[in-house]
Nanobody, 116 residues
């Protein structure tokens, strides 16, 4: 019954910005942490950012620190990934994940392409 729907991906030039959204349903959003992952062609899926269940703690892959920000809005059951100063190496399919101590769910992804 859990559904995570990503949106906001697209085509952007290096140095540009995008904001990804992950709309969640079928879960108690306030009781779940959220994560964003990405996967480029020919590469493994990699963690981009985490936000804790409380929303008080975040962490990021070193490659995106200072450029990306993960947030969650419990009133809208939506997590976000604000991406600034985008680089070609940020290109990939971006997936959101909900998690708690007992369960994990994934969205289907949204494509981000950074070109020069």
């Amino acid at each position: 019954q859990v559904q995570l729907v990503e949106s906001g991906g697209g085509l952007v030039q290096p140095g540009g910005s995008l904001r990804l959204s992950c709309a969640a349903s079928g879960l108690t959003f306030s009781a779940n942490g959220m994560s964003w992952f990405r996967q480029a062609p020919g590469k493994e899926r990699e963690l981009v950012a985490h936000i804790s269940i409380s929303g008080m703690v975040t962490n990021y892959d070193d490659s995106v620190k200072g450029r990306f920000t993960i947030t969650k809005d419990n009133t809208k059951n939506t997590a976000y990934l604000q991406m600034n100063s985008l680089k070609p190496e940020d290109t990939g399919m971006y997936f959101c994940k909900s998690w708690n101590d007992g369960h994990t769910d994934w969205g289907q992804g949204t494509q981000v392409t950074v070109y020069s």
